[in-house]
Antibody, heavy 117, light 107 residues
Framework: EVQILETGGGLVKPGGSLRLSCATS????????MNWVRQAPGKGLEWVAQ??????????YYAESLEGRVTISRDDSKSSVYLQVSSLRAEDTAIYYC????????WGQGVMVTVSS | DIQMTQSPSLLSASVGDRVTLSCKAS??????LNWYQQKLGEAPKLLIY???SLQTGIPSRFSGSGSGTDFTLTISSLQPEDVATYYC?????????FGGGTKLELK
């Protein structure tokens, strides 16, 4: 059974940084692209970042709205993916979901990030 | 960037109705279009991938069609558990983008 679990959310002050973690199990992590998607309170879904697998040289892609402030990374030995977000703003307040594959076929339950003073 | 436009934004229908949701892309995305269902307080769930392929475990009353710029999600006979917000998503070219969603409620 595919399992995806995000951790690392919480309350952060504007200008601060946060590292989200996503632990996975139940599938061969090395074979898959991984993504982060976020959803601001009461709003729609926004794709944030993607990291490809070793076959694609771990290429990374970012939403323009966050480029320069966000870094996605992965550790295949731990079947985990990470999202580092810096210079956080109030508009970054959202649930952050970790999702598997180019098709976003499996999702974690998400982790809440609140940016507020 | 490819813009995805969903209509209507809110849809009211009765149990047993045939329901059709629309998603339009601002440029050709071939068939690289998925549909997700998000119930209140839950993570989104993949329903349909590559325009018309039903994800494992999804009831057959859900179906998808289209190509290029115009896509449709159809629920053949609406059930109470189908109340949710539905999102389309294009993965033809980056940055990958979602539609704004259609909220489906019972009349």
């Amino acid at each position: 059974e595919v399992q995806i679990l995000e951790t690392g959310g919480g309350l952060v002050k504007p200008g601060g940084s946060l590292r989200l973690s996503c632990a996975t199990s139940g599938f061969n992590f090395n074979d898959y692209f991984m993504n982060w998607v976020r959803q601001a309170p009461g709003k729609g879904l926004e794709w944030v970042a993607q990291i490809r697998n070793k076959n694609y040289n771990y290429a990374t892609y970012y939403a323009e709205s966050l480029e320069g402030r966000v870094t996605i990374s992965r550790d295949d030995s731990k079947s985990s993916v990470y999202l580092q977000v810096s210079s956080l703003r109030a508009e970054d307040t959202a649930i952050y979901y970790c999702t598997r594959s180019r098709e976003l076929d499996y999702w974690g339950q998400g982790v809440m990030v609140t940016v507020s003073s | 960037d490819i813009q995805m436009t969903q209509s209507p934004s809110l849809l009211s229908a009765s149990v047993g109705d045939r329901v059709t949701l629309s998603c339009k892309a601002s440029q050709n995305i071939y068939k690289y279009l998925n549909w997700y269902q998000q119930k209140l307080g839950e993570a989104p769930k993949l329903l349909i991938y590559y325009t018309n392929s039903l994800q494992t475990g999804i009831p057959s009353r859900f179906s998808g069609s289209g190509s290029g710029t115009d896509f449709t999600l159809t629920i053949s006979s609406l059930q109470p558990e189908d109340v949710a917000t539905y999102y389309c998503y294009q993965y033809n070219s980056g940055p990958w983008t979602f539609g704004g969603g259609t909220k489906l409620e019972l009349k």
